[in-house]
């Protein structure tokens, strides 16, 4: 009889020594991405392109600037923010302007990419920078005529920067981002 409860015991013991909780890994809320389809953006503006219908454009009313938009998508919780400036004879300074917004993220990028766009027909030169690791703007752009005008566009989300939870948006939204490069075209508003 002894040797029948020592025999339990020893199996209590074996079975509950055995039995470790771990913790689960942390893990982000799933998000369902819409198929992309697009629409006009061609205000009396010097500019126009096409952009996500699940986005929304509004006019920025920024003291002694014009042309400037958002494009916000409110699904996702990120925005678009576009400004324009008009070229006399400073496409070099309003360059590294753009430049100096875009590397101002190196405190917490990981790498800086550039990827050169070159749309002839339309006139349409520019950059596009992905900004790797948690920067709070992992995606801007510069694009310009090289005469007349120049567009700057940066993508921010309304969320803390965390590469791997906004990886899934954001690879989306530069489907859209990648879309407005390819289709902008200067209008010939503005007197130009």
């Not at 020893?10 to 369902?32: M, N």
């Not at 205000?43 to 920024?62: E, G, I, R, T």
Request: aromatic fraction near 14%; charge should be neutral; proline fraction near 5%.
């Amino acid at each position: 009889m002894r040797q029948l409860i020592g025999l339990f015991m020893l199996l209590a013991v074996g079975l509950t020594a055995c039995h470790q909780e771990s913790p689960k890994p942390y893990g982000y809320f799933r998000i369902d991405l819409p198929n992309h389809a697009y629409q006009s953006f061609n205000q009396s503006y010097p500019y126009a392109f096409d952009f996500s219908v699940y986005a929304k454009d509004s006019v920025v009313h920024a003291k002694g600037e014009e042309y400037w938009i958002n494009i916000y998508y409110p699904k996702l919780n990120g925005c678009i923010y576009i400004s324009y400036k008009p070229v006399h004879n400073n496409l070099r300074a309003i360059s590294e302007d753009c430049r100096m917004f875009v590397y101002k993220h190196t405190i917490k990028a990981e790498a800086i990419v550039e990827h050169r766009f070159v749309n002839r027909d339309a006139k349409v030169y520019g950059i596009l920078y992905d900004i790797k690791g948690d920067a709070a703007s992992p995606l801007q752009f510069m694009l310009t005529d090289s005469l007349h005008h120049v567009i700057r566009g940066a993508l921010y989300f309304d969320d803390v920067p965390n590469k791997d939870s906004i990886a899934p948006v954001l690879q989306y939204v530069r489907q859209d981002v990648m879309k407005m490069i390819e289709t902008m075209h200067w209008t010939g508003h503005n007197g130009k």
